[in-house]
């Protein structure tokens, strides 16, 4: 794909930036949500969002 033919979908470059943003934090958030339904301690629900998100991203 060109990257002209992308304005197709996109009328700016700051719409594609806003479009990968929230789908970043979209993703980040149904993320951290599973994870603090977890029953486990805090600390460790922390820890594993902290590696979570570093591998995500």
Request: overall charge positive; aromatic content about 6%.
């Amino acid at each position: 794909m060109s990257r002209a033919n992308v304005y197709r979908f996109f009328p700016s470059r700051d719409a594609i930036k806003e479009s990968i943003c929230r789908r970043v934090l979209n993703s980040t958030a149904e993320l951290a949500l599973t994870i603090a339904r977890r029953s486990t301690p805090p600390s460790e629900k922390l820890e594993e969002l902290l590696t979570a998100v570093h591998h995500h991203n």
